[in-house]
């Protein structure tokens, strides 16, 4: 997009502008004087549920040559998911927000359509295409942390081992020192604040109308606080990469799969761990 731009702007004989594009997490971590100075010239691109669905129903438009309010009934069947949600609330759930993830998980479940012969996307087609998807994800993930986290790949062992997407601290600590012998539960804290700052553990959300608890991450609030003495969750994108289930397992089950993952030779997620 910036080349794009610099280009047009020569082609006019304007001066070509450095325009330069940073996540919001990034540039909120930048220190430099005068930094405030320089906020007239930041645009911010903010991304909620309704601009994340235009992006889809513009590509679909695009691709199909129709107009866009037309794209989503389309392509996507009307009938509801599990638990009686809509096709665009499962998949919006399943994103950090950002168009790359709602597009790739889009693209999962058009291509497992296509291996049914289906002439738009049905509800089979998201459960399996969220396969693929949860494998995008985890590894999107990978990339980001491994530069920073050195031990990135035990902290993803430690996930798996919980085994469920709900969980207390306690619960983490005790799976943590499983994997790491001889730690104490601040460095459980601190390891469990970097999955945090990631977007992966998310925390109850204060002040939320309706029943039940309703939790929200880091990406939908850079100045949320990573309030861990309550019940947490793990994001639902990663559920079917890393084997997780929706409810805690019983012991018996939890030490069966200590020892299957403890034994393992690769730290590493295995790419076809998928839930069951």
Known sequence: MGRCLNLKFG????????????????????????????????????????????VVKERIAKSLRIPSHEAW??????????????????????????????IAF??????????????????????????????HIYNELVDEMHKQIV?????????RLLGYTHFRFADWASTFKK???????LEAEQK?????????????????KGGGTSFEFVYQDRYLD??????????????????LRDTRAGAAELNVRSEEIMMAEDTEIPPDAVDT
């Open 151 to 159: 031990d990135h790949a035990s902290l993803f062992k430690a996930v």
């Open 226 to 243: 990573p309030r861990f003495d309550g019940e947490l969750v793990l994001h639902p994108a990663l559920r079917k990469q890393l084997d």
């Open 11 to 54: 082609h006019v004989g304007k001066p070509s502008p450095v325009i330069l594009f940073l996540r919001s997490d990034i540039f909120a971590e930048l220190k430099f004087n005068d930094k405030n100075k320089i906020s007239g010239d930041v645009e911010y691109l903010e991304w909620g549920d309704s601009s994340l669905l235009d």
């Open 192 to 208: 469990l604040k970097v999955l945090f700052d990631y977007g992966i553990v998310g925390v109850p959300k204060i002040g939320g």
């Open 106 to 135: 889009c693209n999962s479940c058009r291509e497992a359509a296509m291996r049914e012969g289906h002439t738009r996307i049905e509800t089979k087609d998201i459960y399996e295409g969220e396969v693929e998807y949860s494998r």
């Open 179 to 185: 994997i790491n012998p001889g730690a104490d539960d």
């Open 73 to 102: 009934e389309v392509a996507f069947s009307p009938d509801q998911m599990r638990q009686r949600a809509f096709i665009s609330s499962y998949l919006l759930k399943r994103t950090m927000q950002r168009p790359r993830d709602i």
